[in-house]
C-alpha cells in the first residue's frame, strides 16, 4: 500500500470509528433502547451546542481553559525538556534527580490539586502551576529516556571533531530525543486537559469544567454532554496539533 492510501485509509476509519458511534447511539435513544433523558440523542445535543455557541458560553469557557492549558503547559514543559537532556547527558545529575522524578511522577496529580491551590491560591496561577506540575515529570521522564536511547557513537564523534557540551546538547541530544519528547509532550497535554477540567470542578467559576459540573448540579443534562463531547474534542485537536508539529520538526520518523 503507497502512503497516500495508507493516509487515506487511516483517515477514512478515523473518521468512520466516531461517526458510527454517533450513529448507534441516535439509533439507541430514538428507539428507547438507552433512556433518552440520561443519554439525549446527539441530534438534541447538536441543538443544544448551537444554543450555547449563540450565547457565546461555549466559546468563553472553552477559550479560558485553552489558556489555562496553554500557559500552564509551557511553565513545565520547556523547563522538564532542558532538565531531561542534562539528565540524560550528565550522569551525577540523573543519579541524583531521576529517583526523585520517578516517584513524584507517580502521585496521582489530581490528589495534588488541593495542596497547589493551597500554595498559589485559587486564581490563574494556582491553575497554571497544577497544570505545569501535572506534566512535568512525564516530560523529564521522556526525555531522559529519548537522550540514553541515542547510540553513543553519535556524542564520541561529536566530542571527536571539538563539539563542547553545548553544541552536543543541541546538535545530538536534542534532535536524538525528539521522538520521545513529542510522546511525552502528547501524553502531558491530555494529562493537563484532565487535570485542568477536574481542577475547574472545585475552584472555579469559568472554564469548560466549571460548564460540566455547573450542568450537572442544574441537571441541564444537554449541557453537560456538550461539555463532556467539547472537551473530548479538544483532546483530539491539542493531539493533532502536536502531531503536525512533530511531522515538521522529525520527519524522519514519519519516513520510518
Known amino acids: 500500500m503507497t502512503r497516500s492510501r495508507r493516509r487515506l485509509a487511516e483517515t477514512a476509519l478515523t473518521v468512520a470509528a466516531p ?41 468563553s469557557n472553552v477559550g479560558i481553559s485553552l489558556v489555562r492549558i496553554g500557559v500552564g503547559f509551557s511553565i513545565g514543559a520547556i523547563p522538564a525538556v532542558v532538565l ?46 497544577i497544570v505545569a506540575i501535572s506534566i512535568f515529570f512525564l516530560v523529564v521522564l521522556n526525555t531522559v529516556a529519548g537522550v540514553l536511547a541515542i547510540d553513543r557513537a553519535y556524542l564520541e564523534v561529536a566530542r571527536n571533531f571539538g563539539a563542547g557540551a553545548g553544541a552536543r546538547f543541541l546538535t545530538v541530544a536534542l534532535p536524538g530525543a525528539l521522538p520521545s519528547i513529542f510522546t511525552g ?24 469544567g466549571r460548564l460540566i459540573y455547573d450542568s450537572y448540579q442544574r441537571l441541564a443534562l444537554r449541557d453537560m454532554f456538550v461539555g463532556l463531547v467539547v472537551t473530548g474534542l479538544l483532546g483530539w485537536l491539542l493531539t493533532f496539533v502536536v502531531d503536525l508539529i512533530e511531522r515538521r520538526l522529525v520527519p524522519w520518523r514519519e519516513s520510518a
Open 84 to 129: 531531561g537532556l542534562v539528565m540524560g547527558l550528565w550522569w551525577p545529575a540523573r543519579a541524583l534527580l531521576l529517583p526523585i522524578a520517578s516517584a513524584l511522577y507517580a502521585i496521582p496529580k489530581i490528589a495534588l490539586v488541593p495542596l497547589v491551590l493551597l500554595v498559589f491560591g485559587t486564581g490563574e496561577a494556582g491553575k497554571y502551576a
Open 19 to 59: 461517526l458510527a458511534l454517533v450513529v448507534l447511539w441516535e439509533i439507541a435513544a430514538r428507539s428507547g433502547l438507552i433512556d433518552a433523558r440520561f443519554w439525549p440523542p446527539p441530534s438534541s445535543l447538536a441543538i443544544t451546542a448551537g444554543e450555547l455557541i449563540a450565547d457565546g458560553t461555549l466559546a
Open 185 to 208: 509532550l502528547r501524553l502531558g497535554l491530555g494529562f493537563s486537559l484532565i487535570v485542568i477540567v477536574g481542577t475547574e470542578f472545585i475552584a472555579s467559576d469559568s472554564g469548560i
